[in-house]
T-cell receptor
Framework: NAGVTQTPKFQVLKTGQSMTLQCAQDMNHEYMSWYRQDPGMGLRLIHYSVGAGITDQGEVPNGYNVSRSTTEDFPLRLLSAAPSQTSVYFC???????????FGPGTRLLVL | AQSVSQHNHHVILSEAASLELGCNYSYGGTVNLFWYVQYPGQHLQLLLKYFSGDPLVKGIKGFEAEFIKSKFSFNLRKPSVQWSDTAEYFCAVTGGSYIPTFGRGTSLIVHP
């Protein structure tokens, strides 16, 4: 099993550009989520999904969109990048909300 | 909504010192409790978890945690830390219909 994979590992964007962060898991997990990690702020939940076709907002959803067309994939879209979105983004998955979360390796994003 | 508090944001220890990191949560129902560790430059991974049974749980690398229901606490302990324990530690709780909630993390630095 590859577990949770994320691409790209690093990305530099200019303000106003859009991009998609990819996340995939091969463990047949129903629950998937996106977090951003900033110094001193811990992990903040952006969006989550309890299954294909079902998504919901987390703590900091503004400026991000998600979709869940398959169980395996949960892409995160930045609509119009802003410097405040400079962060490290982690995708996670689990069998359910109550179970152990498995994290991807992260995407480090710099918005200029 | 549930919340998780980690009281120690930064901890600096010398090798062989004992460690205790505090974690308190607010949800009054049945909970699942987790400690995750993030080594420098890596993603979060599970250190240990409590679902039910013996409230003293043992994890990897000599870590243990004790669930005290009356105090809503799940403190992490290690009798003798090593330089390789330098990492960020996150407490997390799931319960009821709530999505997983993470604490803000504790940065541990162990001096050789």
């Amino acid at each position: 099993n590859a577990g949770v994979t994320q691409t790209p590992k690093f990305q530099v964007l200019k303000t106003g550009q859009s991009m998609t962060l990819q996340c995939a898991q091969d463990m047949n997990h129903e629950y998937m989520s996106w977090y951003r990690q900033d110094p001193g702020m811990g992990l903040r939940l952006i969006h989550y999904s309890v299954g294909a076709g079902i998504t919901d907002q987390g703590e900091v959803p503004n400026g991000y969109n998600v979709s869940r067309s398959t169980t395996e994939d949960f892409p995160l879209r930045l609509l119009s990048a802003a410097p405040s979105q400079t962060s490290v983004y982690f995708c996670a998955s689990s069998y359910s909300m109550l179970e152990t979360q498995y994290f991807g390796p992260g995407t480090r994003l710099l918005v200029l | 909504a549930q919340s998780v508090s980690q009281h120690n944001h930064h901890v600096i220890l010398s090798e062989a010192a004992s460690l205790e990191l505090g974690c308190n949560y607010s949800y009054g129902g049945t909970v699942n409790l987790f400690w995750y560790v993030q080594y420098p430059g890596q993603h979060l991974q599970l250190l240990l978890k409590y679902f039910s049974g013996d409230p003293l749980v043992k994890g990897i690398k000599g870590f243990e945690a004790e669930f005290i229901k009356s105090k809503f606490s799940f403190n992490l302990r290690k009798p003798s830390v090593q330089w390789s324990d330098t990492a960020e530690y996150f407490c997390a709780v799931t319960g009821g219909s709530y999505i997983p909630t993470f604490g803000r993390g504790t940065s541990l630095i162990v001096h050789p």
